[in-house]
C-alpha cells in the first residue's frame, strides 16, 4: 500500500449498492490510488462479489444483526415519518402503513409515532437526540469486531440507516472511533427514505437539490455535504462505439427498421399490473394503432426475489412474461442477468451497458415514476408516465400491493419529474397509446422538459462522478 492511502471499508447490503460502488468507477478509482478496499457483504452476496472485484479486494462477512427491541422497532418507525420539515413522501408512507395494520392496537401506535414526528418537526435538537438514542440502546460487539478485523480507518455505507447492516456498521464505527462517509444511492433516498438512524462525518449526495433537501429535512450541516453526481448515470454520459442498434435488436430476434417502444417495469410488489401495462402496449401494436412498431418490456430486478426455500416469489408473472413473448412476435422481455446466489439481486457487470443500449435503441420509454425517467432524459428520449391501474386479473399474485401508483405520482421527487414538463402522464389505456402515438410522430415534443429533469436531478461531472466519487471518499478524515 502506497504512502498516505488509506484502509477502506465498503458496505454493500443489496444489487443496487453493489452496482453503485463496485461496478462503477467508484472501486477501480479507489485501487488506482492505492487503497487497501474491503467489503463487507451478506454472506450469501460474497461469491458473486469475489466474481467481478479484483483479487486485491477482500472480503468479510457481515454478522447477523440482533433482534430489535420494541423501543428500536418504535424508533425505526418514527424515522419513516420524522423530518426536518414538512414534505408529502412521510405522508404517503404513513398512510400506506397505516392501511397495512390491521390491529386496533396497531394503529394506535402508528398515529402516536406520527403524531410525535409532526411535534419533533419544530425542535432540531429533539430531532438529532433520536439517532443517539438509538445508538445507545443498540448492541454492536459483532459488528465492532468486523471493524476490528478489517483495520480499517474509513466506513463508507450506501444508506442513513434504513439498509440492512448500515445503522449497525454506522454505530460499531462510532464507538470504534471511525469515520463515516454515506453515499446516497438513489434520488428519493432523502425524501423517501428516513431520517438518519445516525450523522456521517460525510454524505455525498447527486445533486445540490438533494444537498439542500440532506440539509432542510435530515438536519445536516452544509459544510458536511459533497455533491458529485450519479456514479452509475457516467455510461450515458460517454460515447460508446461498440453500440450498434441493429446488432441490439437483432439479438432480441427484431427488425432494426421499425420503431422501439421500451416498457421499463415497476417493482411487482408495488405494482401487479406490469404486464397489463406491456398487454395494452401490444394489443395497440397488434391492431395498428401504434404502426411500424416493436416492444422490449425490461424486468424490474425484484422480479427475481426468492423465498427461504430459494424459489421465486414471482414465478407466476416470470412464466406470464414468457407467454406474453410467445404471443406477440414483436413483444421481447429483457431479464436482467441476475446472480445465481443472489437474494438481493446482484447484477452482472455488464447490465448497466445493456440498460444503456437498450435506452438508446428506443424511440419512446414508458415507465411508472421510476429512475429511468433520468436515464432517458439523459439520451433524450421521450418519456410517458404510467399513473393508472388496470386490476384486470392475469395471473395470480400475493400479496396485495404495498402501495397504489397515485401515492407514488404524488411523492416529493416524482412531482420534481410531472413538474419538468419532460414527461406525459397517462391515465388510462386510451392515454397511454394516445402519448405513445404521438411521441412517435414528434420526438423532439417536450424536449425543453426532459432537459429540465437532467439540469435538476442528474447532478454535475458527467461521465466523471465515480472518480469524483472515490477522490471525495478518502478526502474524509
Not at 395 to 401: G, Q, V
Request: charged share 25%.
Amino acid at each position: 500500500m502506497k504512502l498516505g492511502c488509506r484502509k477502506i471499508c465498503l458496505a454493500v447490503n443489496n444489487g443496487f449498492s453493489i452496482r453503485y460502488l463496485l461496478q462503477s468507477d467508484v472501486l477501480p478509482r479507489l485501487l488506482d490510488q492505492g487503497h487497501q478496499i474491503t467489503v463487507i457483504a451478506h454472506k450469501e452476496e460474497t461469491e458473486h462479489i469475489r466474481s467481478i472485484v479484483p483479487e486485491a479486494v477482500n472480503i468479510v462477512v457481515a454478522p447477523p444483526p440482533n433482534k430489535a427491541s420494541r423501543l428500536q422497532r418504535y424508533s425505526g418507525t418514527l424515522r419513516f415519518y420524522l423530518r426536518g420539515e414538512y414534505v408529502t413522501t412521510p405522508e404517503e408512507i404513513f398512510r400506506r402503513m397505516l392501511a397495512e395494520t390491521k390491529s386496533r392496537w396497531g394503529r394506535f401506535v402508528l398515529r402516536a409515532i406520527k403524531s410525535l414526528s409532526v411535534v419533533l418537526r419544530l425542535g432540531r435538537c429533539c430531532r438529532r437526540s433520536i439517532p443517539a438514542i438509538e445508538k445507545a440502546v443498540n448492541r454492536t460487539r459483532a459488528f465492532e469486531k468486523v471493524i476490528e478485523q478489517t483495520g480499517c480507518d474509513l466506513v463508507v455505507l450506501t444508506s442513513h440507516g434504513i439498509f440492512g447492516f448500515d445503522m449497525h456498521l454506522a454505530h460499531a464505527s462510532k464507538r470504534k472511533g471511525i469515520s463515516i462517509v454515506t453515499v446516497i444511492l438513489s434520488w428519493d433516498n432523502i425524501t423517501s427514505g428516513m431520517y438518519p438512524a445516525y450523522y456521517a462525518n460525510r454524505v455525498i449526495a447527486w445533486t445540490n437539490r438533494m444537498k439542500a433537501d440532506i440539509c432542510r429535512l435530515l438536519d445536516y450541516r452544509p459544510e458536511d455535504i459533497s455533491v458529485t453526481g450519479v456514479a452509475h448515470f457516467d455510461i450515458y454520459h460517454r460515447q460508446d462505439p461498440d453500440f450498434n442498434r441493429e446488432n441490439l435488436l437483432s439479438g432480441f430476434g427484431l427488425d432494426s427498421s421499425k420503431r422501439l417502444v421500451v416498457l421499463a417495469t415497476k417493482s411487482p410488489n408495488s405494482y401487479p399490473w406490469n404486464p397489463n401495462i406491456a398487454v395494452t402496449l401490444a394489443e395497440a401494436i397488434a391492431d395498428g394503432h401504434i404502426e411500424n412498431c416493436q416492444l422490449v418490456v425490461r424486468l424490474h430486478p425484484i422480479h427475481y426475489r426468492k423465498n427461504v426455500q430459494d424459489e421465486f416469489v414471482y414465478q407466476p408473472l416470470l412464466d406470464l412474461y414468457d407467454d406474453l413473448e410467445r404471443k406477440y412476435r414483436f413483444l421481447k422481455i429483457d431479464k436482467p442477468t441476475i446472480a445465481a446466489q443472489t437474494q438481493r439481486y446482484a447484477m452482472s457487470n455488464a447490465e448497466m451497458e445493456t440498460v444503456s443500449r437498450l435506452l438508446r435503441s428506443a424511440d419512446v420509454l414508458v415507465n411508472m415514476f421510476s429512475t429511468m425517467n433520468i436515464e432517458g432524459a439523459l439520451l433524450d428520449k421521450p418519456l410517458v408516465n404510467v399513473c393508472y391501474e388496470d386490476t384486470t386479473p392475469l395471473y395470480k399474485f400475493d400479496p396485495t400491493p404495498r402501495f397504489d401508483i397515485f401515492s407514488d405520482a404524488r411523492e416529493s421527487h416524482n412531482q420534481r419529474i410531472i413538474d419538468s414538463g419532460g414527461t406525459r402522464l397517462a391515465y388510462s389505456p386510451d392515454q397511454l397509446i394516445e402519448h405513445v402515438v404521438t411521441y412517435l410522430e414528434d420526438p423532439t415534443l417536450d424536449a425543453y422538459g426532459r432537459a429540465n429533469i437532467v439540469d435538476q436531478e442528474a447532478g454535475p461531472f458527467g461521465g466523471q462522478a465515480g472518480q469524483i466519487i472515490a477522490d471525495t471518499i478518502v478526502t474524509v478524515r
